[in-house]
T-cell receptor
């Protein structure tokens, strides 16, 4: 078990550019979550998948954000036409959901996005 | 929408003292309440969790209590040590499917030796 891995660790981009982040969950986990965290705040929920199905998306999430998990394993989060307000740490987490309940969320180290 | 309030935002204690952090939640359907510890520049890590069918859970120096009627839960750390210094986040399940976690804003705990 290598844990949740995210790539890249850091991304600096200019306003208006598109960026894409990748998350590889713990292999046996069927749920994958994306969160965003800014300095001094708790993680803010963006969206989550169970296998390849996107089950929920935050109502606060802009249309510029899209996430996919095409084969139910790794996931990508794309931000189009980035804005300075998108600067944050983007955290991925995974868990195992079953009829007996859910395992805790395990977080990755995050991708830090800076929009200049 | 769902909301999780956390207090205090900062907490400073002497080594060996106890620390208590309190959270309230708004969604009466919430059924799972984890606590995460986040050290500077690191990922949030689960330290303890409690489900809605339990009122209290303890793991060595850490305990969590849950009052579903009042919709609040608390983290208790006894015999604090300098390595307990970090930001602590409470969370509660939320959303249409109760599948995601709603986090509080965090409590920065400083343990002075």
């Amino acid at each position: 078990d290598t844990g949740v891995s995210q790539d890249p660790r850091h991304k600096i981009t200019k306003r208006g550019q598109n960026v894409t982040f990748r998350c590889d969950p713990i292999s046996e986990h069927n749920r994958l979550y994306w969160y965003r965290q800014t300095l001094g705040q708790g993680p803010e929920f963006l969206t989550y998948f169970q296998n390849e199905a996107q089950l929920e998306k935050s109502r606060l999430l802009s249309d510029r954000f899209s996430a996919e998990r095409p084969k139910g394993s790794f996931s990508t989060l794309e931000i189009q036409r980035t804005e300075q307000g998108d600067s944050a740490m983007y955290l991925c987490a995974s868990s195992q959901h079953s009829g007996q309940g859910d395992s805790p969320l395990h977080f990755g180290n995050g991708t830090r996005l800076t929009v200049t | 929408g769902e909301n999780v309030e956390q207090h205090p935002s900062t907490l400073s204690v002497q080594e060996g003292d106890s620390a208590v952090i309190k959270c309230t939640y708004s969604d009466s359907a919430s059924n799972y309440f984890p606590w995460y510890k986040q050290e500077l520049g690191k990922r949030p890590q689960l330290i303890i969790d409690i489900r809605s069918n339990v009122g209290e859970k303890k793991d060595q120096r850490i305990a969590v209590t849950l009052n579903k009627t009042a919709k609040h839960f608390s983290l208790h750390i006894t015999e604090t040590q300098p390595e307990d210094s970090a930001v602590y986040f409470c969370a509660a399940t939320g959303g249409r499917s109760q599948g995601n976690l709603i986090f509080g804003k965090g409590t920065k705990l400083s343990v002075k030796p």
